[in-house]
């Protein structure tokens, strides 16, 4: 029995990377860029960081702020149709699983076609998505590493499991800077989410000697650095 890893092709971490995956998204030659996001990020002014940098590259980019905390149909719809009107080369997802997710279903429609329910199940897409950066504000589901989007269907009142090779993003972007002075009971249960995935890919059916390395090297460090975290945000 084979076991495969689909993870991005460059992963970017620590303080300040944010400015690398900048400079990555101009040198692989994209012009205009649709951030996913949700509309508490844009208030704060979080995304207006993101732009300004992408400004300075040259990168136009358009913003989808509307990601609900669990993505529907609806705004996979709404985010590709302003995808398609300003005419984007990439989509970049900003926040933690919901953009992520809203994003991975975007993309995939924008190359595939169809309707997002269509690709429900697993490596159901013929396509690559459209190229996705994935940048983390928060560091629970690991959205941005994986070939896992979860869809909520209004009509139906489920949420659709999308397994899929394709959604896996191109990059991902873990930069602290962007966490820091979250409110403490995000970072807690943004953190109890990460240790929750740790000890199940721990112990499931489906574990190798390579996820139960970094199963348990998660575990370590979110018991050693979590309650420092939510005590002190800035940290």
């Known amino acids: 029995m084979s076991n495969a890893f689909y993870i991005p092709s460059l992963n970017l971490m620590g303080a300040g990377c944010l400015n690398d995956a900048v400079g990555s998204i101009k040198s692989q030659g994209f012009s205009k860029a649709l951030i996913v996001t949700d509309r508490v990020l844009n208030e704060l002014g979080a995304v207006a960081k993101l732009t300004t940098l992408l400004d300075k590259e040259g990168v ?74 994935a940048i983390n504000t928060t560091a629970g589901t690991a959205s941005e590493m994986t070939r896992f989007c979860i869809i909520t269907d209004e009509v139906r009142h489920i949420k659709m499991a999308i397994v899929d090779k394709n959604v896996t993003p191109i990059i991902s972007v873990n930069d602290p ?59």
């Open 60 to 133: 136009e980019a358009v913003v989808f702020d509307e990601t609900k905390p669990n993505p529907t149909i609806g705004n996979v719809d709404d985010g590709l149709a302003l995808l398609k009107a300003n005419q984007c080369d990439c989509v970049i997802s900003f926040g933690g699983g919901s953009p992520h997710d809203c994003a991975k279903g975007i993309a995939l429609l924008a190359t595939n076609g169809g309707e997002i329910k269509d690709y429900e199940g697993v490596d159901v897409s013929a396509k690559p998505q459209l190229p996705l950066i």
């Open 177 to 235: 800077e962007l966490m820091l002075e979250k409110p403490a009971s995000l970072t807690a249960a943004t953190g109890m989410d990460a240790l929750t995935h740790a000890v199940e890919a721990y112990v499931s059916v489906a574990a190798t000697p390579v996820t139960d390395a970094v199963a348990i090297k998660a575990i370590e460090m979110i018991q050693a650095n979590l309650r420092e975290a939510v005590e002190n945000g800035d940290n």
